[in-house]
């Protein structure tokens, strides 16, 4: 894969998000209506259908692509939402819906033949048998990759499916494919992959205790933090537990994925598409990580090492991880 082909993916959480990822130089957006559709469903985000068509024609305008994330599971008998949102993304002139449902993906690819297929990490595909299996029943056209995999392994994959790879290159680290979603859903009774909504706001409790702040999810304690300590928002991959007699993060650590360094070796490895996450995030930091990972690409297109950027002020936690991409603990 070449550099001067490659897509950066960015995150558009609201109108002023899409322009602000638009002007900073993605090549294309990724959005969600304001609905349970997609994995994301927090207040104040996503667009409505008005703003979805004026969105839609300020990218085209500007040369980048709108992809409409439809990435929960639609609802046993009930699926009349999700087929809606289907149809409505073909209609308003989307590039492409990004699914994670096999039932909305053989929906899509029937009722819409013309219409650009992805799929969504959601649906944890991250095996060459899976990938293609995706690609001859439904015509999926791009894979997201889940953020379990080294890069030799996404080297391999590219070389053995007849699709395009996207992974992600900055943001959380949610690993999607296990139960932590699940510990959300019990804990507050909105499933992230059917909501679309993980801890949801309405659910978090910060009780002040003289000395420290607990964080709460649904009434369980999630975290305590000390005097001057930054209060996390509180899920429950990332709260801090005792097992064992040791005080940690027991499941994943609030720190961001950040490959700026590693973009090189990807895209030697085959991967058409960065992804940046963050569609809960404002448009002073999509403008911000957007402009980086745009003048970074660029430089590699040059023939150049990419900048150094200092971005740990908007970052989780504030501290930065390369993740499963090196997995310097094997």
């Known amino acids: 894969m070449s550099a001067e082909n490659v897509e950066l993916v960015c995150?558009?959480?609201?109108?002023?998000?899409?322009?602000?990822?638009?002007?900073?130089?993605?090549?294309?957006?990724?959005?969600?209506?304001?609905?349970?559709?997609?994995?994301?469903?927090?207040?104040?985000?996503?667009?409505?259908?008005?703003?979805?068509?004026?969105?839609?024609?300020?990218?085209?305008?500007?040369?980048?692509?709108?992809?409409?994330?439809?990435?929960?599971?639609?609802?046993?008998?009930?699926?009349?939402?999700?087929?809606?949102?289907?149809?409505?993304?073909?209609?308003?002139?989307?590039?492409?819906?990004?699914?994670?449902?096999?039932?909305?993906?053989?929906?899509a690819s029937k009722k819409h033949p013309e219409l650009r297929l992805h799929l969504s990490v959601q649906a944890s595909a991250s095996s060459a048998e899976a990938i293609r299996f995706y690609h001859q029943a439904f015509g999926i056209r791009r894979a997201v990759l889940p953020r379990v995999l080294t890069v030799p392994e996404i080297a391999a994959l590219c070389a053995d499916v007849p699709i395009e790879m996207e992974v992600f290159v900055f943001g959380g680290l949610c690993v999607m494919a296990e139960g932590r979603c699940a510990l959300s859903s019990y804990a507050t009774g909105h499933s992230p992959n059917t909501n679309g909504a993980c801890s949801p706001a309405s659910h978090v409790r910060y009780v002040d205790k003289g000395d420290k702040v607990v964080s709460q999810l649904g009434g369980f304690t999630i975290n305590t933090f000390g005097t001057g300590e930054p209060a996390g928002y509180p899920t429950l991959c990332k709260g801090r537990f005792e097992a064992n007699g040791k005080?940690?993060?027991?499941?994943?650590?609030?720190?961001?994925?950040?490959t700026l360094d590693l973009l090189p070796e990807l895209i030697a490895a085959g991967v058409t598409a960065f992804k940046i996450e963050g569609r809960q995030r404002g448009r002073a930091y999509v403008g911000s990580v957007v402009k980086a990972f745009r003048q970074a690409v660029d430089a590699i297109r040059r023939g150049e090492a990419p900048p150094p950027f200092m971005l740990d002020g908007i970052t989780e936690g504030g501290k930065q991880t390369a993740g499963a991409y090196e997995r310097s603990w094997r």
Do not use: Q
């Open 11 to 107: 995150p558009a959480g609201t109108p002023a998000a899409l322009k602000a990822a638009v002007d900073a130089g993605a090549d294309c957006v990724y959005v969600g209506y304001r609905d349970e559709t997609n994995a994301r469903n927090f207040p104040g985000l996503n667009f409505s259908r008005p703003e979805l068509t004026e969105g839609i024609a300020y990218a085209h305008e500007r040369g980048t692509k709108v992809l409409v994330a439809i990435n929960t599971f639609p609802r046993a008998g009930r699926p009349e939402i999700w087929h809606a949102a289907v149809d409505d993304a073909a209609r308003l002139n989307a590039d492409a819906v990004i699914l994670a449902d096999i039932g909305l993906c053989d929906y």
């Open 247 to 258: 005080l940690s993060y027991l499941f994943e650590e609030p720190t961001s994925l950040n």
